[in-house]
């Protein structure tokens, strides 16, 4: 049954990665075709891909299969990297930016590297420091998926609103 899941999440991680690949090079062509994709779909898309990718990669590593999880950190990183390449980052607007980052990384990186490891939805590990803080606070039931889902609302609606 690991080997399947194993399996699994290394063919949902390989999928992840690709679609973050084909997505860049889309927006670079969509320059010739004079139809670009918004600037806020750009950024969802970004920023959610290199988030999946880094919780996988780590979920990979913790589940030791070291090599594959290096590659998604590494690919996660290069869409971060290259994201001036393709978006068009104005320096009055790079708080909007990274709190919309900050907000999708609350959001979904917790839930996606506990799917890939097999583990309870809402688990909360302990040894980072954001799990020993999560602790603390200790939320009751289903507070944390409803936090979380505040969190996504708003890291989605930051590129809407305020990313032109």
Same mark, same amino acid.
């Given at each position: 049954?690991?080997?399947?899941?194993?399996?699994?999440?290394?063919?949902?991680?390989?999928?992840?990665?690709?679609?973050?690949?084909?997505?860049?090079?889309?927006?670079?062509?969509?320059?010739?075709?004079?139809?670009?994709?918004?600037?806020?779909?750009?950024?969802?898309?970004?920023?959610?891909?290199?988030?999946?990718?880094?919780?996988?990669?780590?979920?990979?590593?913790?589940?030791?299969?070291?090599?594959?999880?290096?590659?998604?950190?590494?690919?996660?990183?290069? /869409?971060?990297?290259? $994201?001036?390449?393709?978006?068009?980052? @104005?320096?009055?607007?790079?708080?909007?930016? /990274?709190?919309?980052? #900050?907000?999708?990384?609350?959001? #979904?990186?917790?839930?996606?590297?506990?799917?890939?490891?097999?583990?309870?939805?809402?688990?909360?590990?302990?040894? @980072?420091?954001?799990?020993?803080?999560?602790?603390?606070? @200790?939320?009751?039931?289903?507070?944390?998926?409803?936090?979380?889902? $505040?969190?996504?609302?708003?890291?989605?609606?930051?590129? #809407?609103?305020? #990313?032109?």
């Amino acid at each position: 049954m690991r080997k399947n899941r194993t399996s699994l999440v290394l063919w949902i991680a390989l999928i992840a990665f690709v679609a973050m690949i084909a997505i860049p090079v889309k927006c670079a062509a969509q320059i010739y075709e004079k139809k670009e994709l918004p600037e806020s779909v750009k950024v969802i898309s970004l920023f959610v891909g290199s988030i999946v990718l880094d919780a996988v990669g780590d979920a990979l590593c913790d589940d030791g299969h070291k090599g594959w999880g290096h590659t998604f950190n590494a690919a996660s990183v290069g /869409l971060l990297v290259t $994201a001036p390449l393709y978006l068009e980052i @104005s320096f009055k607007e790079l708080g909007w930016y /990274l709190a919309s980052y #900050i907000s999708l990384r609350i959001a #979904i990186f917790d839930p996606v590297y506990n799917l890939s490891r097999d583990l309870p939805l809402n688990y909360i590990g302990t040894t @980072s420091t954001w799990d020993k803080a999560l602790q603390k606070i @200790s939320p009751p039931g289903n507070t944390l998926l409803w936090g979380r889902a $505040a969190f996504l609302t708003v890291g989605i609606s930051i590129p #809407i609103k305020h #990313i032109k």
